[in-house]
T-cell receptor, first 110, second 109 residues
Framework: NAGVTQTPKFQVLKTGQSMTLQCAQD?????MSWYRQDPGMGLRLIHY???????DQGEVPNGYNVSRSTTEDFPLRLLSAAPSQTSVYFC?????????FGPGTRLTVL | GQNIDQPTEMTATEGAIVQINCTYQ??????LFWYQQHAAEAPTFLSY??LDGLEEKGRFSSFLSRSKGYSYLLLKELQMKDSASYLC??????????WGAGTKLIIKP
């Protein structure tokens, strides 16, 4: 099992550009989520999904979209990147309440 | 509001014992998690407490007091590889995790 995988590992964008962060899991978990992690702050939930076709907003959803067409994949789209979105992004999946994290994507927006 | 408090940084000596405290105030409570996160890596699961008391797992133990809104993570026989951030998270009434900012633990030889 690869667990939770994320691509890319690093990304630099210019303000206004759009991009998609990829996340996949091979554990057949129904629940998947996206977090951002900023210095001095706890992980903040962006969006989550309780199963294919179902998504919902977390604490900081503005500027991000998600979709869940399959159980395995949960991409995060940045619509028009802003410097405030510079962060480390983690995708996670869970079966019970224990979350398993991907390796993260380090995003810089100039 | 919802709040998780834990110290920003702690220093301990190799071979010693350290206790990392966490206090929480969340809308409802369905358990308390501890995760370990090494620099530039993903958080990894350490423990989950939902009932009061101490849970021991090797060198690591986690304690919960629901009435006090308090938990601690106890690390024994510290090793250099234990240098990491330790994240406390409370599972609220909607089964969403509310995360603390993490405690950076520095181990000195």
């Amino acid at each position: 099992n690869a667990g939770v995988t994320q691509t890319p590992k690093f990304q630099v964008l210019k303000t206004g550009q759009s991009m998609t962060l990829q996340c996949a899991q091979d554990m057949n978990h129904e629940y998947m989520s996206w977090y951002r992690q900023d210095p001095g702050m706890g992980l903040r939930l962006i969006h989550y999904s309780v199963g294919a076709g179902i998504t919902d907003q977390g604490e900081v959803p503005n500027g991000y979209n998600v979709s869940r067409s399959t159980t395995e994949d949960f991409p995060l789209r940045l619509l028009s990147a802003a410097p405030s979105q510079t962060s480390v992004y983690f995708c996670a999946s869970s079966y019970t309440n224990t979350q398993y994290f991907g390796p993260g994507t380090r995003l810089t927006v100039l | 509001g919802q709040n998780i408090d834990q110290p920003t940084e702690m220093t301990a000596t190799e071979g010693a014992i350290v206790q990392i405290n966490c206090t929480y105030q969340t809308s409802g409570f369905n358990g308390l998690f501890w995760y370990q996160q090494h620099a530039a890596e993903a958080p990894t699961f350490l423990s989950y407490n939902v009932l009061d008391g101490l849970e021991e797992k090797g060198r690591f133990s986690s304690f919960l007091s629901r009435s006090k809104g308090y938990s601690y993570l106890l690390l024994k026989e510290l090793q250099m590889k234990d240098s990491a951030s330790y994240l406390c998270a409370s599972l609220d009434s909607n089964y969403q995790l509310i995360w603390g900012a993490g405690t950076k633990l520095i181990i000195k030889p």
